[in-house]
């Protein structure tokens, strides 16, 4: 860092010049583990130089030399452990680096050998750091908002695609560590779950609500064993989940869409992935109106394994299951850490939404009955 230019009025010195009055102990501590490359519970990403080090292996794989053809870098995220960063090259050719955690390396790398259609082309891997360099694959969808509803249509077809393929190979996904979240699974997940929520309900201050009992528990689980069931008839086999399909980890780049950012990916029913689509549609005011057109293209996907009039009603039957799946996730957080009234008011807001998805299912049966 001696070479590194200093701003006017300000010198190098030794860290042992700088007295107790100008930087507490643990101040002194932690920038002198930084220095020695120390820090405890720290990955290599925690070191000084290590953007340094990585913007010159990743110009090694391009073959382009650092000081010339590096016109911008612009760092997203940073941690000791993870990071994403941009990199413009002369000519506005751009590259990404991303550094997660192993388990994130491990199937992004392995869903770009399977599905390299479907996922950033890859350039190079670095297994120390969890790293990978990837081509830029386009704008965010959310970028590309005041476009037509092609986007969404082909956005609906080509995740439908992905895990049409991905059906194939769901021992291979569970073998390289993808987790399980089938229909049994989530129904045994609501049943552990209901002493976190109960707990949570119980302390519901809101007199204008009404306040659900034991008794409406036991039938929301009952409800949604029968649902689980009845998507279990229809036979549409379990396959790739991507669990954070938001309009940032989309990119479309000439109106074809790849997705990006598999940290939370798991095998489970497939409409699930088309339920997040439609919320993140309805969240949108802009493009809720391609609701009809993003899910007419995933199920046209699916059409020649199904019938279509089938497919229709499991996609009428997979919302309950989609909060019942995200009251579990929220409900093991809250049991696996000191439970704070945010947790508790986002849990009580699920089981309110799962009570009225179930209700609209019992009082449609009890009309059909």
């Known amino acids: 860092m001696r070479n590194t230019a200093l701003n006017k009025g300000l010198r190098w010195i030794n860290l042992r010049e700088v007295t107790t009055g100008d930087m507490f102990s643990v101040e002194r501590t932690t920038l002198q583990c930084l220095r020695d490359r120390c820090l405890p519970q720290s990955g290599k990403l925690s070191s000084m130089t290590w953007i340094d080090e990585a913007l010159e292996w990743a110009c090694n794989q391009l073959r382009m030399h650092p000081r010339l053809h590096i016109q911008e870098v612009e760092q997203l995220t940073a941690s000791s452990r993870t990071a994403l960063f941009r990199v413009v090259f002369t000519g506005g050719k751009k590259y990404w680096i991303k550094a997660g955690t192993r388990a994130e390396y491990e199937r992004t790398t392995l869903l770009a050998q399977w599905f390299p259609e479907y996922l950033p082309r890859i350039i190079a891997v670095q297994d120390e750091w969890n790293a990978w360099l990837m081509e830029d694959a386009g704008n965010t969808a959310e970028a590309l908002?005041?476009?037509?509803?092609?986007?969404?249509?082909?956005?609906?077809?080509?995740?439908?695609?992905?895990?049409?393929?991905?059906?194939?190979?769901?021992?291979?996904?569970?073998?390289?560590?993808?987790?399980?979240?089938?229909?049994?699974?989530?129904?045994?997940?609501?049943?552990?779950?209901?002493?976190?929520?109960?707990?949570?309900?119980?302390?519901?201050?809101?007199?204008?609500?009404?306040?659900?009992?034991?008794?409406?528990?036991?039938?929301?689980?009952?409800?949604?064993?029968?649902?689980?069931?009845?998507?279990?008839?229809?036979?549409?086999?379990?396959?790739?989940?991507?669990?954070?399909?938001?309009?940032?980890?989309?990119?479309?780049?000439?109106?074809?869409?790849?997705?990006?950012?598999?940290?939370?990916?798991?095998?489970?029913?497939?409409?699930?992935?088309?339920?997040?689509?439609?919320?993140?549609?309805?969240?949108?005011?802009?493009?809720?109106?391609?609701?009809?057109?993003?899910?007419?293209?995933?199920?046209?996907?699916?059409?020649?394994?199904?019938?279509?009039?089938?497919?229709?009603?499991?996609?009428?039957?997979?919302?309950?299951?989609?909060?019942?799946?995200?009251?579990?996730?929220?409900s093991s957080d809250a049991s696996a850490t000191i439970t704070n009234s945010r947790q508790q008011r986002h849990i009580r807001s699920l089981t309110r939404e799962l009570d009225g998805t179930v209700r609209s299912f019992e009082e449609q049966k009890q009309r059909l009955a």
């Open 145 to 330: 908002f005041s476009q037509s509803g092609r986007i969404f249509q082909n956005i609906g077809r080509r995740i439908a695609e992905l895990q049409i393929q991905s059906v194939n190979i769901t021992d291979e996904l569970r073998a390289a560590g993808y987790p399980d979240q089938s229909l049994g699974d989530i129904r045994r997940g609501l049943s552990c779950a209901m002493p976190v929520i109960e707990d949570a309900m119980s302390t519901q201050d809101l007199n204008d609500v009404p306040r659900l009992g034991s008794k409406r528990f036991r039938q929301i689980e009952e409800t949604i064993a029968e649902i689980c069931s009845q998507l279990d008839e229809v036979g549409i086999a379990d396959g790739l989940l991507h669990n954070d399909l938001h309009f940032g980890n989309i990119l479309v780049n000439a109106g074809k869409s790849v997705f990006t950012d598999w940290a939370d990916a798991g095998i489970g029913h497939p409409f699930l992935v088309l339920e997040q689509l439609r919320k993140e549609l309805i969240c949108h005011s802009k493009v809720s109106r391609w609701i009809a057109d993003c899910t007419e293209a995933y199920l046209a996907a699916w059409h020649p394994t199904s019938w279509k009039t089938t497919l229709v009603g499991t996609v009428d039957l997979i919302s309950p299951i989609a909060i019942a799946t995200e009251l579990c996730n929220a």
